[in-house]
């Protein structure tokens, strides 16, 4: 079984920034990708960034050039930078990896979600 527990969300004035944090634990072979989406008020959720696993990254046009995200191996933790915070990127933002364990070649798993609230 794996674990994400995120961190870091809360509430922020337009412009400001946040850093979310990503802790994976379990018995995790390696790790395809990781991920984080949001889930803004009244939409679907939708991939904010993504990380895989030879470093490569990728952003939608919506928050590329503001979020950077970014993984450290050794501590299994995934970083989500946000700068230049706008009220639309309200939401709950969600951890997710895709990894390897001794059962399974390919799993997928989401932490609870952290609350980011831009205020204008």
């Known amino acids: 079984q794996v674990q994400l527990v995120e961190s870091g969300g809360g509430l922020v004035q337009t412009g400001g920034s946040l850093r979310l944090s990503c802790v994976a634990s379990?018995?995790?072979?390696?790790?395809?990708?990781m991920a984080w989406y949001r889930q803004r008020p009244g939409k679907l959720r939708e991939l904010v960034a993504i990380?895989?696993?030879?470093?490569?990254?990728d952003y939608p046009d919506s928050v590329k050039g503001r979020f950077t995200i970014s993984r450290d191996s050794a501590k299994n933790t995934a970083y989500l930078q946000m700068n230049n915070l706008q009220p639309r990127d309200t939401g709950v933002y969600y951890c997710?990896?895709?990894?390897?364990?001794?059962?399974?070649?390919?799993?997928?798993?989401w932490g609870q979600g952290t609350q980011v609230t831009v205020s204008s």
């Open positions: 990380i895989r696993g030879r470093g490569i990254t």
């Open positions: 997710n990896a895709d990894v390897s364990t001794p059962t399974s070649y390919r799993d997928e798993y």
């Open positions: 379990g018995s995790i072979l390696s790790f395809n990708s």
